[in-house]
């Protein structure tokens, strides 16, 4: 399992943007992807089941314009 944490912007909303992923990765079709706001430290965390650049991708472009920046972990 892979794990990406998302710093976001402070005027941001965790929740509100984990949702807005979550649609995002539905539309995409993808499955076993687990999308998890973190409101105190306004991050979103995103978990991996399968490594494939695909998914990879369509999150990174995503958060491009929200996060200030990322862990893998």
Do not use: W
Request: with cysteine.
């Amino acid at each position: 399992m892979k794990t990406y944490r998302y710093m976001l912007k402070e005027s941001l909303d965790a929740a509100e943007l984990a949702e807005d992923l979550k649609v995002q990765i539905a539309v995409n079709r993808f499955c076993d992807v687990k999308i998890s706001p973190d409101e105190h430290r306004n991050e979103i965390i995103v978990q991996l089941h399968e490594a494939d650049g695909t998914i990879e991708d369509v999150v990174e472009i995503f958060m491009a314009d929200y996060k200030t920046g990322e862990i893998i972990e």
